[in-house]
C-alpha cells in the first residue's frame, strides 16, 4: 500500500480502541519475570556457555602480542576467539569501528577477544589471565583542540534530523551587524552514554551453517543484514529474535560486538554461546552521544523579530564517522530571514559517536534554547512572547513549503497557563522559599517525525483471533499495545482477542524502532495489512467492500451479518502488507512540537538544584494510546534532567577513554531526583503522516528540556551557565550572598 496522499476517514478514526489508554499488555509478563530478555532465552537456546568480553587497555595502536596460554588452561575454558583466529570478519554498515579488534586498535575497550567457559565466573577468570602486549600510538582524545582544524561537514543522523555542511538564506552578516540588539555565545554539551538498564546481550547458536542470535537490538532487520556481512554469510542464514529489550535510546539501532561476539565464540565452542557486555565495557565499548561545542548568534529588532540567526556546532569521531547533528531544528524552528548553520566535525580516537536519545535536536535544543532566553531578556520581553513572535508556519529556506501542522503556539500559550508562568518573576535571583533560590524556565521543544516503510502479516483463525506478526520491536515504548489496539480497531475486535508476535526476523520487515518512527510507522505497517485482511474477507463472503464494517466480531453488509470466526472458517485468513511512503513528507515539513516549563528550586547555601515541577504540552498529531505516550514523554523528561544537571562521560585526554565507565560514575536521574511531572496533548490528526495520523511523541518528550532547567536554574540564581551538565561547582561561587 502505497501512502502518498492525506490521508481520507478510515477505521481508525472511529477511535473506540486506538485513542484510549491503555495498559501495556506486556505488562504482566514484565512485572511477573515471565517475559524472557536476550540473556534469559534458555529454554529457546539451552545449555548455552558464558563468553566473557576483553577490551582493549589502549585507545590507539596495535597488539604486538597475545599469549593466551594461561587462559586456556584455566578450569572450564571451551574455546577463545581473538582476531587471529576469528577468520575473515568485515566492518558492518551501520559501524564505524570494527567490533572485533587487533592487531589494529581503533578504540579504547574496543573487543579484542571473547573467553569462552563452562560458567560465567570461569569465563571471567580466564578473561583475566589474556595477556596482551600493546604498541600505544598517539591519539586526537581533545575535541576543543581538534575542532580548530577541523573541517565542515553536513550529515543526517539516520533519525530525521540533518544538515549540510553549511547552509546559508540571506546574508546573515549583513543582518547580524545591522541588528539593534544581538547575542553571541558559546555552549557545551558533554559525552553522554545510553546507560540503558538491559546492557547489550546476545545467544548465539549455530545449526550447521544457519546462526540464530536472540538478542536486545531496536533494528531487527538492520541487524540481520549487519550480522550476516560481519561473518561473511549469506543474510538468509540469519535469524535474529528480540521480543523484549530493556531500553536502547540509540544504542541498540545497530549490532555490537555481544552478538558478535556470541556468534564467534559459538562457532569455534561448537554450542550456543551468551554473552551480556560487562557493565565496565559499555561506555567505551559500544556507542555513545558525542559533544559539542556550539555558537549561536541571534539579532533581533527591539519589537523582537528575529533578523540574524546563526547556528554552528563542531563534534567529533573516530575516522569515517559522522557530526551531531546539533543545528538541525535551527533550520526550522523560528522564522528570520538571514539564517546560518554550519557543521564541524573533528576526528578524535575516542570511541564511536553515533545516535542517542534524539541526536541532533536533544543537544542542539540545549544550546538554542538557553540563547532564545538570553535574547529574550536582552530585548526585555517574555521568553514565552519572544518564541511566539518568531513563530513560523513554513519553511523559512522555503517559504512555499508549509509544516503539515504545527501548534507551537498552542503548546506554549496552553503550558504558560497551566504551568501559572504569570507568577514567573522576571527578575533572576530574587525569588526565595525558605533555603531554596526558586526559579522558572521555559523551552520550545522540536522533533522532526520521520516515517518509515513497515509490514506486518495479520491472521484470523478459526475462533476468530486475529494474530500480527511483524519484525517491529518494544524496546519499552508500548509497541505490543498499540499494534494491537490498531488490529482491534481495523478488525472490530475486542483487545482480547489480538495477539501480537514481535522481533522476530522471521516475521515481515517493520519500521523498527528508533528516531521516535516506530509507534506510527509500525502502526501504519499493520493498518495496511488489516486493511488488505479485510478485503480478502469480504472478497471470501461475497461483500461489496465499500460498504463493509467490522464491529462486535462480526463484518456486516446491507443486512447480512457474518462472524469473524465463521468468516475465517478452519483454515484462516491471513495477509501481509507493507506501507510504503511517497512524497508528502517532501512536500509539507512534518515535525513535532511542544512547551516544555520546568519550576527549579536552588540551595542558597550549597548551590544544588532541585527540579520541583515540570510540564509538558506536546503536539504530536494523533495519540494512540495517551497512557504509554504519557509514559514515553515522562521518561524523556527524566533523561532531560540527567542531560541537564548530570550525565557526563569525563573524557581521560592522555589516554584517551571515558573514566566513568559505570553506574557509579555515571550518574543518571533516579525517582528522588523526580517531582511531579504533567504531560498534555493537544487534540490532532495529521492526514500527512500515515493512515494513522499519528506522529513521534516519545523523544519529543526530552527535546527542549535541559535548556528549560537551565532558564529555570538562571531563573533561580541569576548566573548562567552554558555548559552542561549543570552541576553546583559551576554556580556556587557566584551565587546571591547568604550570609
Ligand atoms: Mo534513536 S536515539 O534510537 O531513537
Avoid at 604486538?64 to 587471529?84: C, E, Q, W, Y
Avoid at 536502547?248 to 559459538?266: E, H, T, W, Y
Avoid at 524556565?441 to 484470523?460: H, P, Q
Wanted: glycine share 12%; proline share 5%.
Amino acid at each position: 500500500m502505497k501512502f502518498d496522499t492525506p490521508a481520507g476517514t478510515n477505521p481508525i478514526d472511529r477511535m473506540q480502541v486506538v485513542g484510549k489508554p491503555t495498559d501495556r499488555i506486556d505488562g504482566k509478563y514484565k512485572t511477573t519475570g515471565t517475559a524472557p530478555y536476550a540473556y534469559e532465552q534458555n529454554r529457546a537456546a539451552p545449555n548455552a556457555a558464558y563468553g566473557y568480553v576483553v577490551g582493549a587497555g589502549i585507545a590507539k595502536g596495535r597488539i604486538a602480542g597475545i599469549d593466551l596460554s594461561a587462559a586456556k588452561a584455566a578450569p572450564g575454558v571451551l574455546a577463545i576467539v581473538t582476531a587471529d583466529n576469528a577468520g575473515k570478519l568485515t566492518k558492518g554498515n551501520f559501524n564505524t569501528a570494527n567490533l572485533l579488534g587487533g592487531p589494529a586498535i581503533e578504540h579504547y575497550h574496543q573487543a579484542v577477544a571473547v573467553v569462552v567457559a563452562e560458567t560465567f565466573e570461569q569465563a571471567r577468570a580466564a578473561a583475566a589471565l589474556v595477556r596482551i602486549d600493546y604498541v600505544r600510538a598517539k591519539g586526537r582524545f581533545d575535541l576543543a583542540a581538534e575542532l580548530d582544524h577541523a573541517p565542515l561537514k553536513g550529515d543526517d543522523s539516520g533519525e530525521g534530523s540533518k544538515a549540510p555542511p553549511v547552509d546559508r538564506v540571506g546574508d546573515f552578516e549583513k543582518a547580524f551587524a545591522a541588528a539593534p540588539v544581538t547575542l553571541d555565545a558559546r555552549y557545551t554539551t558533554p559525552d553522554q552514554s545510553h546507560a540503558m538498564m538491559e546492557p547489550h546481550a546476545s545467544i548465539a547458536a549455530w545449526q550447521g551453517d544457519e546462526l540464530t542470535i536472540w538478542t536486545s537490538n531496536q533494528m531487527i532487520n538492520w541487524g540481520k543484514g549487519d550480522v550476516a556481512r560481519t561473518l561473511g554469510i549469506p543474510k538468509e542464514k540469519v535469524r535474529l529474535i528480540s521480543p523484549y529489550v530493556g531500553g536502547g535510546f540509540g544504542g541498540k539501532l545497530f549490532v555490537r560486538s555481544d552478538a558478535i561476539m556470541a556468534a564467534l565464540g559459538a562457532r569455534a565452542a561448537g554450542r550456543p554461546v551468551k554473552v551480556a557486555l560487562q557493565r565496565p565495557l559499555i561506555a567505551n565499548n559500544t556507542t555513545h552521544r558525542p559533544a559539542t561545542i556550539q555558537r549561536i548568534r541571534i539579532g533581533c529588532q527591539k519589537d523582537g523579530r528575529i533578523t540574524a540567526i546563526a547556528h554552528e556546532s563542531g563534534s567529533g569521531d573516530l575516522p569515517g564517522g559522522g557530526p551531531e547533528t546539533a543545528v538541525s531544528q535551527t533550520k526550522l524552528l523560528y522564522a528570520g530571514a538571514n539564517r546560518l548553520t554550519a557543521m564541524r566535525l573533528a576526528v578524535l580516537d575516542l570511541p564511536e559517536g553515533n545516535a542517542m536519545r534524539a541526536p541532533g535536536e536533544a543537544p542542539g535544543l540545549m544550546a538554542l534554547e538557553i540563547a532564545m532566553d538570553e535574547m529574550a531578556e536582552k530585548l526585555g520581553m517574555d521568553p514565552v512572547e519572544f518564541r511566539i513572535v518568531n513563530d513560523t508556519q513554513v519553511d523559512p529556506a522555503k517559504p512555499e513549503r508549509k509544516f503539515s501542522q504545527r501548534d507551537l503556539v498552542g503548546c506554549l500559550r496552553q503550558g504558560a497557563d497551566r504551568f501559572g508562568w504569570s507568577r514567573r518573576n522576571p527578575k533572576p535571583g530574587t525569588t526565595r522559599d525558605g533555603q531554596w533560590l526558586v526559579g522558572m524556565g521555559v523551552a520550545a521543544g522540536f522533533r522532526n517525525n520521520m516515517t518509515m516503510k513497515s509490514a506486518a502479516r495479520v491472521g484470523i483463525d478459526r475462533k476468530g483471533v486475529v494474530t500480527v506478526a511483524t519484525d517491529m520491536t518494544d524496546i519499552g515504548t508500548g509497541s505490543y499495545t498499540i499494534i494491537a489496539q490498531t488490529a482491534a480497531e481495523m478488525l472490530g475486535v475486542p483487545l482480547d482477542k489480538v495477539v501480537v508476535l514481535l522481533g522476530d526476523s522471521s516475521f515481515p520487515v517493520s519500521s523498527g524502532s528508533g528516531g521516535q518512527w516506530g509507534g506510527n510507522s509500525s502502526t501504519a505497517g499493520v493498518y495496511a495489512a488489516c486493511a488488505k485482511l479485510r478485503e480478502t474477507i469480504a472478497q471470501k463472503l461475497g461483500f461489496n467492500s465499500a460498504d463493509v464494517t467490522f464491529e462486535g466480531g462480526k463484518v456486516r453488509a446491507g443486512n447480512r451479518s457474518v462472524s469473524l470466526a465463521e468468516a475465517a472458517g478452519d483454515a484462516g485468513l491471513s495477509a501481509e502488507e507493507m506501507l510504503e511512503y511517497g512524497d508528502l513528507a517532501k512536500k509539507y515539513q512534518q515535525s513535532t512540537f511542544a512547551g516544555h516549563f520546568v519550576e527549579v528550586g536552588v540551595d542558597a547555601w550549597t548551590g544544588e538544584v532541585r527540579v520541583r515541577r515540570m510540564l509538558a504540552v506536546c503536539a504530536a498529531g494523533r495519540i494512540l494510546n495517551p497512557l504509554t505516550a504519557r509514559s514515553q514523554v515522562i521518561g524523556a523528561m527524566t533523561m532531560g534532567v540527567g542531560a541537564a544537571l548530570m550525565e557526563e562521560l569525563a573524557v581521560d585526554k592522555r589516554f584517551g577513554f571515558f573514566v566513568n565507565h559505570d553506574l557509579a560514575g555515571y550518574e543518571v536521574p533516579v525517582h528522588a531526583d523526580i517531582p511531579h511531572q504533567e504531560v498534555v496533548f493537544l487534540e490532532e490528526a495529521d492526514p500527512m503522516s500515515s493512515p494513522m495520523k499519528a506522529k513521534g511523541v516519545g523523544e519529543l518528550g526530552l527535546c527542549g528540556v535541559g535548556a528549560a532547567i537551565a532558564n529555570a536554574i538562571y531563573n533561580a540564581t541569576g548566573v548562567r551557565v552554558r555548559d552542561y551538565p549543570i552541576t553546583l561547582d559551576k554556580h556556587l561561587e557566584k551565587l546571591p550572598h547568604v550570609a
